[in-house]
Nanobody, 127 residues
């Protein structure tokens, strides 16, 4: 069975940076498009960033464009989210998700598309 384990969350001041990591095990990593979602207090879980199986296609929520970068290292079975210029609005629990897709150049933003989820890691950005 596929397992996803996130790491790298923490407390940071406004304007700071964090790098989240998510390692997949149990199945070949290259079979999955990967994404990060976050859930702010009292809010629904929302798409943040996604990357295709090939790593050539990425997508970002408007709120993080220009500040966050998603990448993957298929040799390490790991997807990353580099978060720069963090804002208090970025605070929330960040979840790694894997999407079992047939093609290598697609990425989806809908929660319903994703088949496996990590446990989440807390990111708190203080003012």
């Amino acid at each position: 069975q596929v397992q996803l384990v996130e790491s790298g969350g923490g407390l940071v001041q406004t304007g700071g940076s964090l790098r989240l990591s998510c390692a997949l095990s149990g199945r070949p990593f290259g079979l999955y498009a990967m994404a990060w979602f976050r859930q702010a207090p009292g809010k629904e879980r929302k798409f943040v960033a996604g990357i295709s199986r090939s790593g050539t296609i990425t997508d970002y929520a408007d709120s993080v464009k220009g500040r966050f970068t998603i990448s993957r290292d298929n040799r390490k079975n790991t997807v990353y989210l580099q978060m720069d210029t963090l804002k208090p609005e970025d605070t929330g629990v960040y979840y790694c998700a894997a999407d079992d897709v047939f093609t290598s150049i697609v990425v989806y933003t809908a929660i319903s598309e994703y088949d496996y989820w990590g446990q989440g890691t807390q990111v708190t950005v203080s003012s």
